[in-house]
């Protein structure tokens, strides 16, 4: 009964199932791999969060360049603070405010080209110091506290134009910028400047210290839930082909099963019951001619 199977249409039908099973399961256990690798980065980077405070860090040239991995990692530099400027419009727990950002200018290099800093070259290394509320006012920010001074705190890479709250239209007064990274800050301060900054733990003045941003394509945001969505979209196509396979297979097997028994006739073309002929169907009276045929007939005479 089972005969169509070895037909040439079912080889084709059960080697593309075949393949696109394999292939729906493959796609969909690599988006969830995603997305557990998202999670154990989200993970990582709360667990760094929580215990960055008390972290002692590490020399900033050990850890650049800034990757994923070294990305809100504790770091320590060394040097004495020079220019200070403001970054405005920056929101910290849904209020708004600024940011105080000073450079702090090293006697060496921080980490000589992984930097983007020429080899030989003293740094200055952005450093943001806290957040304010209110407009950006250069009377209401701190000033950095004299002398050398060691900082710790969250290695950042340079933001660009989709970070969050960046300022990217240009027109701001003097002391002000718009995006923390060394192609703004060259615009406006005439020194070597790192591409990579850190935000302190521990913010001085009274302002409040700045959370490190996850870097770009980890943590669970947006992306990691499509990836989770994708996973389970893989495996519904996979149970689609299985599903339509046997709908397939149930319908040949009830018509084989039908010719097998004799309810149907087999079809010369190969695509069902034999259909009946017009042509005979039409000559054969009905009931309702055999009625008519009787109904017009003379009757018999005495």
Known sequence: MYRFLLTPRWWVVNILAALAIPVCLVMGSWQLGRF?????????????????????????????????????????????????????????????????????????????????????????????????????????????????????GALQASEHQGSPGVHTEGGLPRGQVGMISAAALINVVDEQVSTAWITLFEADGGMQPVPAEVPQGSGLDLKAFQNLGYTAQWFVFAGFVIFMWYRLFRREAEV??????????????????????????????????????????PAPTA
């Open 36 to 152: 557990e690798t998202r999670v154990e980065t989200h993970q990582e980077q709360q667990e760094q969060k929580d215990l960055g405070d008390g972290a002692a860090g590490r020399p900033m040239g050990e850890l650049l360049p800034v990757t994923q991995e070294t990305t809100g990692d504790a770091a320590t530099v060394t040097g004495r603070y020079g220019p200070q400027l403001l970054v405005p419009d920056r929101t910290l727990d849904g209020e708004t405010g600024f940011y105080v950002l000073t450079l702090l200018r090293t006697d060496a290099p921080v980490g000589g080209d992984g930097d983007g800093s020429a080899a030989g070259t003293p740094t200055s290394v952005p450093v943001l110091r806290g957040w304010l509320p209110g407009d950006a006012d250069p009377a209401k920010a701190p000033e950095p506290p004299a002398g050398e001074v060691t900082v710790t």
């Open 256 to 297: 084989a099963r039908d010719l097998a028994l004799g309810l149907t006739s087999p079809d010369p073309g190969g695509s069902g019951p034999e259909a009946p002929d017009p042509a005979a169907a039409a000559a054969e009276p009905g009931p309702e001619a055999d009625d008519g045929e009787r109904s017009r007939a």
